[in-house]
């Protein structure tokens, strides 16, 4: 059953130095060592060409929230592609699953929240918010409020203006990015950023640069603010509990519009069904995508609250806007098949009550490692700070070397652990068990060890 057999791997790994482009990729290293290549998949494990099994701390890209293999979703896919592998939402049409999709989003959506607007990516989800935004103001006569307020080291996605309202510097400079009406704040990182202060007093305090922010531009410009409930792609922050309440206190004293990022939140990711379900954030728009398929197929969407389609639908006539795949037959029929588990299987509220806190609470026992400064999660999602020197928060000089190094010996241990920086994180399928969970720790351990044994051997000049 092995697939080397199928393949010759030298001969693929040529083929794929040769023409094929990789996301946010050094093309020049990746071709010099030659790309892994992952070839199957089942529950929480992949397999490389070389047969290697991984456990999969990250669910692929934080989306195979219900684990890999499932029959039902392929037989979903196959069955909407026999009956109707396409249609458009288009000129007065759309199609059943595309329907039923968007009615059980609005089930599981927050209350306020009954409309959603499909897209094919997170990206195309977050350039379709700022369409949005700005309509929304437009038609109630102030289209000058066009600003939108992210923050630093956000990740949105990597189109244009995803990009630009995501907060990633080395994006910025490859592209003449932000886009102008895109602005920044600091982003709620207390370990990075909160230097001696309580994590109560930094989360209201970087907070409130949102007011002051809006009071520096004008209202009259700040049209909205944007941000993920806990930035992934960032390295797992996690706002201290000031953060979230005083943002949206912030936002309603304004009357800015509230853009809530539920690329990776969304879908039982924190044990809620949403991100604003943890924090009891009112968003005006969620941007999902991500777990809304578990990744099985591409598909987004925003939704959107009750008091903008209000505008957008009575006030608006044409909004010139979509994708496509707006709302692919088979996609939706995935996405479907998708939610019909995660709910059927309690696997939100498994995470919420039980394998979430247990994975928790054996993630924090890593903080003894000599190796970690922090060890701090959420749900499913958990991170490692690597430091020097525990005691005075002090990191290995060239940040990223020591993260990588760790990553490498995660990999050599059979776990995909990821490193931002020297920050590792882990965003595992949510039907991982207490079994697993020991296994990830174990080997998320070992991995630590290695890499600090290591360390003496990386040059730190090069
Ligand atoms: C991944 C991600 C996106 C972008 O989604 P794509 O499907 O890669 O375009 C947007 N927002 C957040 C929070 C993400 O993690």
Redesign the pocket.
């Given at each position: 059953m092995s697939s080397e057999q199928r393949f010759n791997l030298d001969d693929l790994k040529r083929a794929d130095a040769e023409h094929h482009l990789h996301p946010f990729t050094d093309s020049k290293e990746i071709n010099a060592q030659g790309t892994r290549v992952i070839v199957k998949a089942d529950g929480v494990y992949i397999w490389d060409a070389e047969g290697h099994k991984l456990l999969d701390g990250m669910a692929g890209?934080?989306c195979v929230n219900i684990g890999y293999g499932r029959k039902e979703l392929a037989e979903a896919a196959y069955r909407q592609m026999q009956e109707l592998p396409y249609y458009n939402s288009f000129f007065q049409c759309t199609t059943p699953p595309t329907i039923a999709l968007a009615e059980v989003l609005a089930e599981l959506a927050p209350a306020h929240i009954n409309h959603v607007f499909f897209t094919g990516?997170?990206?195309?989800s977050?350039d379709t918010v700022v369409r949005m935004v700005r309509r929304y103001w437009d038609l109630l006569g102030e289209s000058q409020k066009t600003v939108i307020i992210s923050r630093n080291n956000a990740?949105?996605?990597?189109t244009m203006a995803?990009a630009s309202l995501g907060g990633m510097k080395f994006m910025h400079e490859q592209g003449g990015l932000p886009l102008p009406g895109i602005v920044h704040i600091d982003q709620p990182y207390w370990y990075g950023e909160g230097g001696d202060s309580e994590p109560a007093d930094f989360g209201l305090r970087i907070a409130q640069q949102l007011e002051q922010k809006i009071l520096e531009l004008g209202l009259d410009r700040v049209a909205a603010f944007i941000g993920?409930p806990v930035q992934?792609?960032g390295g797992v922050i996690i706002p201290p509990e000031t953060y979230w309440p005083e943002i949206q206190r912030i936002c309603d004293k304004y009357g800015i519009l509230l853009i809530v990022?539920e690329?990776?939140c969304g879908f039982g990711r924190m044990g809620k069904w949403f991100g604003s379900d943890y924090y009891g954030i009112r968003a005006d728009f969620m941007?999902i995508?991500?777990g809304l398929s578990s990744g099985y197929l591409p598909i987004?969407g925003v939704m959107v609250s009750d008091r903008i389609t209000e505008v957008l639908i009575d006030k608006c006539g044409e909004f010139a806007h979509g994708y496509t795949y707006s709302g692919h037959p088979v996609a939706a029929a995935v996405a479907l098949a998708n939610l019909r588990i995660l709910r059927e299987e309690k696997i939100v509220e498994t995470v919420g009550g039980e394998t979430g806190p247990y994975l928790q609470k054996r993630w924090a026992e890593l903080a003894d490692h000599p190796l970690v400064g922090e060890a701090r999660g959420v749900g499913f999602l958990g991170a490692l700070e690597l430091v020097k020197d525990k005691s005075k928060r002090e990191r290995y000089p060239k940040v990223g070397k020591v993260g990588s190094l760790c990553r490498d010996m995660s990999i050599e241990n059979g776990l995909v652990m990821r490193a931002v920086g020297d920050t590792m994180i882990i965003s595992p399928p949510l039907v991982a068990t207490s079994t697993h969970i020991d296994e990830l720790i174990e080997r998320a351990k070992k991995s630590l060890d290695a890499a600090l044994e290591r360390i003496p051997t990386l040059d730190f000049n090069e």
């Open positions: 890209l934080w990516s997170g990206s195309e977050n990740y949105h996605g990597s995803a993920e992934g792609a990022d690329v990776i941007p995508a991500k987004g």
